[in-house]
Every structure is written in C-alpha cells, then in structure tokens.
C-alpha cells in the first residue's frame, strides 16, 4: 500500500492547483515575457521539472514532449522509478498534460492537469498552478537513455510490444454512507511484519464525492494464504487509515495527520472471492466512528471491493 501512496503523492505534486487554485493569480490573459511566444513547437524535447521553492523527495522530475503531442514523464528519486505518459497541448497561455501515473505496466492515476505559462524561451519555461511556480529546464535526450528498461515496461518498446500482461482488475461496487464512489484508483493486498507482529493488509484508493480518499483495513494473520471463501473477518478488521489525499470535503473524512481513532466496527466483512491475484472483500453494513479531536463521523460501507495481491 505504500507504494501506492508514494505514487499518489507524485500526482498531488503535480496537481496541488486544486488546493490553492481560488487564491492564485488573475493574470491568465497576460503575455508571457520572455524570448519565444508560447507555442507547441517550443515544448518539443526533453526537460527537467522542478517546483520552486521545493525541496522534497518529487523535486527531481524528467519530462520528453514529442512532436506528435505524446510526452513520457520519468520521476526517478531514491531507488524507484516512476514512469507515466499521455498527451499534451498548448493553447494561449496555457498547456494541459492529460496523462497517467504508473508503476511497471500499470497506470493507476488517470489525471488531466492545466497550468498557467509565465514566460517561455528556448531553454527555460515558467508556469505556475495557483500560488504553485514550476520550471522547465531543457536537457539533453540522453538524460533519460538510462531509464528505457522502466519506460518501455510501461510504455512497450520500439514495436509497441509492453511489458508482460499484468494489468489490474480491480473493481468496486461499494457505497460509502449510500453514496457509491466515483472512481477507483488501486488496491492492494499485501503481507506485513515488524517487530514480531504480522498482519494481511488490504488498500484501497478511490474518488469519493470530490476528494481522493485513501482506506486501509488489515487483519492478524501471517499469510494472505489464511483467508478462505465465505470467511468472515469483522472480528479481526483493524482500521489503519481513512483519510483524504486530496481534496476540499475535509469535514467529511479529514485530511492525513493528526491521529484519528476508530471505534464501535460492526457489521460484515467476508471474504467473497479469491483467485491467484486477487482478493475480493464483501462488505454489508460495515461500520465505524471516526473520532479526531473533538469530532465524531460515523460511516456505513456497503458492496464490494476487489484487491491486487503484491
């Protein structure tokens, strides 16, 4: 599941303009300064992305725009390397990245993102999203030479062969409080330890109303090998996190930090379907108190959820 976080943050990196947007600048309609007008053509090759001022793990950011209006975007910090693609275009002075996170040969994150051009020359192009100010610094091709195993597991090689066939299936029916969510993003069902403790923890990120919202349950058990058809698990569901990643509806679930607690978990959760790579949860009138400071929510679940095994 953290991985999937990880991922996720990339896109929030990139799309912070939702939290901010109503306070950022009027100047849409201003010339850019600088060298060139804002054009296509001008795009073409390969950048480095950096948002100014920042200094977390996701500074660091590859992007190659190709004539046919197609891009590839490499973020590649610490040990992992993260590979989405899509389309790009320029209109005014704004361009817009329609395009999808992804981790092998598995988008996970479809996403479409507009910014705001401040100027643009031949070798450096400012933007902004909001109050958030971005670069592009142009690089050589070859910058990117060294990640063509990672890009071409996602992305397919010279002959659009990809990598080997391992897409998710993931799906949900499941209502949250009756309302059903918009949009599943990943899952997954993995093995955990530390310090002698072992736990099956399931996770899931999805649209809800407005917000991106990330759940986790998890269950005692050493091996996902222990879960059978038709076992019911509310006598050992733990909830470890429900909280939103992005969005405005915090008075709904409550933005990541601070230290929630759940309390009175009643109602059903089996285990409705296994397969080799998944896990599919049935959950019938699921439900908890979230308490956070001086707030209590409570939450009813309903339907199904289908989960990746990693």
């Given at each position: 599941?953290?991985?999937?976080?990880?991922?996720?943050?990339?896109?929030?990196?990139?799309?912070?303009?939702?939290?901010?947007?109503?306070?950022?600048?009027?100047?849409?309609?201003?010339?850019?300064?600088?060298?060139?007008?804002?054009?296509g053509n001008g795009f073409v090759g390969t950048w480095s992305m950096n948002m100014i001022g920042h200094s977390g793990e996701y500074k660091n950011n590859y992007i190659r725009f190709y004539d046919d209006s197609s891009f590839i975007l490499v973020n590649a910090n610490e040990?992992?390397?993260?590979?989405?693609?899509?389309?790009?275009?320029?209109?005014?002075?704004?361009?817009?990245?329609?395009?999808?996170?992804?981790?092998?040969?598995?988008?996970?994150?479809?996403?479409?993102?507009?910014?705001?051009?401040?100027?643009?020359?031949?070798?450096?192009?400012?933007?902004?999203?909001?109050?958030?100010?971005?670069?592009?610094?142009?690089?050589?091709?070859?910058?990117?030479?060294?990640?063509?195993?990672?890009?071409?597991?996602?992305?397919?090689?010279?002959?659009?062969?990809?990598?080997?066939?391992?897409?998710?299936?993931?799906?949900?029916?499941?209502?949250?409080?009756?309302?059903?969510?918009?949009?599943?993003?990943?899952?997954?069902?993995?093995?955990?330890?530390?310090?002698?403790?072992?736990?099956?923890?399931?996770?899931?990120?999805?649209?809800?109303?407005?917000?991106?919202?990330?759940?986790?349950?998890?269950?005692?058990?050493?091996?996902?090998?222990?879960?059978?058809?038709?076992?019911?698990?509310?006598?050992?569901?733990?909830?470890?996190?429900?909280?939103?990643?992005?969005?405005?509806?915090?008075?709904?679930?409550?933005?990541?930090?601070?230290?929630?607690?759940?309390?009175?978990?009643?109602?059903?959760?089996?285990?409705?379907?296994?397969?080799?790579?998944?896990?599919?949860?049935?959950?019938?009138?699921?439900?908890?108190?979230?308490?956070?400071?001086?707030?209590?929510?409570?939450?009813k679940f309903n339907g199904s959820m289908t989960y990746d095994i990693n």
């Amino acid at each position: 599941m953290k991985k999937y976080l990880k991922l996720l943050m990339l896109a929030i990196f990139a799309s912070m303009s939702f939290a901010f947007v109503a306070c950022g600048n009027d100047d849409d309609d201003d010339e850019p300064s600088g060298g060139n007008n804002t054009t296509g053509n001008g795009f073409v090759g390969t950048w480095s992305m950096n948002m100014i001022g920042h200094s977390g793990e996701y500074k660091n950011n590859y992007i190659r725009f190709y004539d046919d209006s197609s891009f590839i975007l490499v973020n590649a910090n610490e040990d992992e390397v993260m590979v989405s693609n899509g389309t790009w275009s320029v209109s005014g002075n704004t361009f817009t990245l329609d395009y999808a996170i992804a981790q092998n040969e598995r988008p996970i994150i479809p996403y479409v993102i507009t910014y705001n051009i401040k100027s643009q020359n031949s070798s450096k192009i400012e933007f902004y999203l909001g109050n958030l100010n971005f670069t592009f610094t142009k690089v050589s091709d070859s910058v990117m030479n060294k990640y063509q195993e990672e890009i071409e597991d996602v992305l397919g090689d010279d002959n659009g062969n990809s990598g080997d066939d391992n897409s998710s299936i993931t799906s949900s029916t499941l209502k949250i409080n009756g309302t059903e969510i918009s949009r599943l993003l990943s899952t997954s069902c993995e093995e955990n330890h530390f310090a002698g403790e072992y736990w099956v923890a399931f996770g899931s990120n999805f649209y809800y109303i407005n917000d991106m919202v990330s759940f986790e349950i998890d269950v005692p058990f050493k091996s996902i090998s222990q879960l059978k058809e038709g076992q019911e698990l509310i006598d050992y569901i733990n909830i470890s996190g429900f909280f939103v990643l992005l969005g405005q509806n915090d008075s709904n679930i409550g933005f990541a930090g601070g230290s929630p607690r759940f309390h009175d978990i009643d109602g059903s959760v089996k285990v409705q379907k296994l397969t080799s790579s998944t896990v599919t949860l049935k959950f019938s009138n699921f439900s908890f108190t979230k308490e956070r400071g001086n707030e209590e929510i409570e939450y009813k679940f309903n339907g199904s959820m289908t989960y990746d095994i990693n």
